[in-house]
C-alpha cells in the first residue's frame, strides 16, 4: 500500500518473482498472461529503488539505488524492461544498457493439456540473450545483498 514504506514495495517485489517463477513452471492462460506477470516484475524491483530514496525512516538515497543498478548487468536489464514496458518505447536517454532496443525477444511455450502453459522468456540486449528468469533472480539476489549491507533486512 502507499505509505507503507519501502518493506512493502521489497515484499512486492518477491511476490512478482514467484510471479515469474510460476510462469516457468506453468499457469494458466495463455502469452499475454505471462507476458504481464514478467513485465510486473521488472516494474517493481526498478522501482524499488525510488521507494527506498522516498521513505523518511531510511538513509538510502535514490543516487545509492541508482549506483547499484548501474553497477549490475541484470539491474541495468531490469531498467531497461520496466522503462520500455512504461513508456511503450526505450528512450535512448533512459537505457541502462545502452541499448535502446532491448526488449524480450522470444518465448518458448509449451503447453501442458488442461493445465495452462509454461514459458521461458528471453531478452535481447547488446547482441547477446538473457533468461528472463536468471535476471529476475540475479536481481533480487543484488537487491538483498544491498539491502543487507545497509541493515534493512
Same mark, same amino acid.
Given at each position: 500500500?502507499?505509505?507503507?514504506?519501502?518493506?512493502?514495495?521489497?515484499? $512486492?517485489?518477491? $511476490? =512478482?518473482?514467484?510471479?515469474?517463477?510460476?510462469?516457468?513452471?506453468?499457469? *494458466?492462460?495463455?502469452?499475454?498472461? !505471462?507476458?504481464? %506477470?514478467?513485465?510486473?516484475?521488472? @516494474? !517493481?524491483?526498478?522501482?524499488?529503488?525510488?521507494? #527506498?530514496?522516498?521513505? *523518511? /525512516?531510511?538513509?538510502? @538515497?535514490?543516487?545509492?539505488?541508482?549506483?547499484?543498478?548501474? &553497477?549490475?548487468?541484470?539491474?541495468?536489464?531490469?531498467?531497461?524492461? !520496466?522503462?520500455?514496458?512504461?513508456? #511503450?518505447?526505450? %528512450? *535512448?536517454?533512459?537505457? =541502462?544498457?545502452?541499448? *535502446?532496443?532491448?526488449?524480450?525477444? $522470444?518465448?518458448?511455450?509449451?503447453?501442458? #493439456?488442461? /493445465?495452462? &502453459?509454461?514459458? $521461458?522468456?528471453?531478452?535481447?540486449?547488446?547482441?547477446?540473450?538473457?533468461?528472463?528468469?536468471?535476471? /529476475?533472480?540475479?536481481?533480487?539476489? @543484488?537487491? &538483498?545483498?544491498?539491502? &543487507?549491507? %545497509?541493515?534493512?533486512?
Amino acid at each position: 500500500m502507499l505509505g507503507q514504506g519501502w518493506g512493502s514495495q521489497w515484499a $512486492r517485489v518477491q $511476490r =512478482r518473482l514467484k510471479d515469474v517463477r510460476a510462469v516457468y513452471t506453468g499457469i *494458466p492462460g495463455g502469452i499475454d498472461e !505471462a507476458v504481464d %506477470r514478467v513485465l510486473c516484475f521488472f @516494474e !517493481a524491483v526498478h522501482h524499488l529503488k525510488d521507494w #527506498l530514496g522516498n521513505d *523518511p /525512516a531510511i538513509t538510502v @538515497e535514490k543516487a545509492d539505488g541508482d549506483a547499484l543498478i548501474n &553497477s549490475c548487468l541484470e539491474l541495468k536489464l531490469c531498467a531497461d524492461l !520496466a522503462n520500455g514496458s512504461k513508456h #511503450l518505447t526505450l %528512450r *535512448p536517454d533512459l537505457t =541502462r544498457t545502452g541499448d *535502446p532496443s532491448t526488449t524480450i525477444a $522470444r518465448n518458448d511455450t509449451f503447453v501442458l #493439456l488442461g /493445465a495452462g &502453459s509454461t514459458h $521461458r522468456f528471453y531478452v535481447a540486449s547488446g547482441g547477446k540473450e538473457y533468461d528472463v528468469l536468471q535476471i /529476475a533472480e540475479d536481481a533480487v539476489k @543484488e537487491w &538483498s545483498m544491498f539491502l &543487507s549491507a %545497509r541493515g534493512l533486512t
